[in-house]
């Protein structure tokens, strides 16, 4: 008979075992999958798992776990994680189920390139800086440099990729002994590195409070299995031979990309106003580098005046462009509900379209048709696009196209694509080298997306490539990263 799997049964299980025991067969696992390179095990079941066991564990449990045992506890959590998704399956609510499943699972599909390291020195460090100092912040919250911290996380990256880099060389998996030698004789780095790790290390002895520090949980127990775990701001933890142990590196991926904004936008309040400033700037920069026309938001104001709600940028009068630098929200990611999904996004997404660019369509009289939006956000959405919220905003767009008595809503929901500024930049390098038009390129991927098949759930622009640093605005960012390898004794002095 199958049992009623629930999280009540699921920690009864974990209980009869050895806390300790448990832990090491659940650790041991994953970093047999990441050194065997095992890119279709559900890697989110282990981190659930993991997270149950340090919550709730049993120091005094049976020590005896055949691997039979510990395959049956991560098929309970399968079965656990499936109750959840039957009702999408059931009623064919593909684009909710598929919405779950991104959020659960893509973020440990994130890719890292040396451009990720840049943009970051970019976007946080002094060169865009507003009337607010993030580097400031960042530097007396952690204790750490910024420059420090991310040519750090790029060290590891490496050390993560060398036997990609390097036929022959093997990956362990730990923070070997010669990174640490490196770190102290090579840069005399060994009290900031010992900071680093610090910071991004799970503190066992404190472990409640560590797991619940980030709000990358989810508190409905029945829908744990499908939040973003703790692991992409803890990397690291010290295994029993005190080793530095990486979890795995798809974790370390997601932190290379997001831990200084997911740690900002956490101990920070004045980082999110100060950053979405940066975020048009640098937006900007790519409009530069691919020498296309464009209107600013301050050439909007002059022409229409303060009152009315417009976009950041227009590109050859037929591309929208709205600077959000926000990301998915897990609520709305784990139960994409309308109601849930509209309160998320009413203010930030669904604003930008239809307050702001529905709004421009109607100001801006001699836009060229067929007109285009995108909105880019720092993370990325996992959406085909704005078609995928078609039934969530049928009802504000039909009252908005009665309003101005529009027979066709001039911007369509397939026109308007939710991008990251990972995305951003390779639109940008692809425009750059291919001498295409922005429209163009959209013109195609809205042709894509009818396809059903070639939705771009897996991210928009993957066909094209990823950003190869060669991007002029981040040139500087890029020498100086690469200045600190050839040169480590002059880095930062």
Known sequence: MNPFVTQEFIIKKIRSYNKDHLLNNLFYTLKQVDLRE??????????????????HGNENGKKTFSREKFITLLKYVEKFEKKSLDPYVKNHEWDKFFQIIGYQQFYLQQDVHWSDFARQLKLFGS?????????????????????DFIFFMQIIWIFTQANKMNKGTIYTGYIGEEIFEMMKDIFNYEKEFSSFLMLLTLNKINIKKSINQFKTGIKHTALQSFEMSFFTRLPFIINGENKYEIVHRSIFNYCCN???????????????????????????????????EYITEKDLIKTYGKGEKIVDYIVGNQVLIECKGIEPKPLSSIIPENEIVYSSFKDSIFKAYLQQMLNITKLVQNLNKPIYGIIICYKDFYLSSLDDYAGILANDIKSICEKNNWKDNPLPLENVFVISINNWDIIVEYLKEKKVTLPNLLNDIVNNNRIEKHKWFLGLLKQYGNAKANLSYLETENKTLSDAFAAPSEIQA
Request: positive net charge.
């Open 127 to 147: 060169s865009l800086k507003s009337k607010y100092d993030i580097e400031k912040s960042f530097n007396e919250k952690t204790k750490l440099k910024l420059f």
């Open 38 to 55: 095992e890119h279709n095990h559900p890697l989110w079941h282990y981190f659930l798992l993991i997270k149950w066991t340090f919550l």
């Open 258 to 292: 997001y831990f200084i904004y997911d740690y900002l936008k956490i101990n920070d309040e004045k980082f999110t106003e100060e950053f979405g400033k940066r975020f048009e700037k640098y937006v900007e920069l790519g409009l530069k580098e691919c020498n296309v």
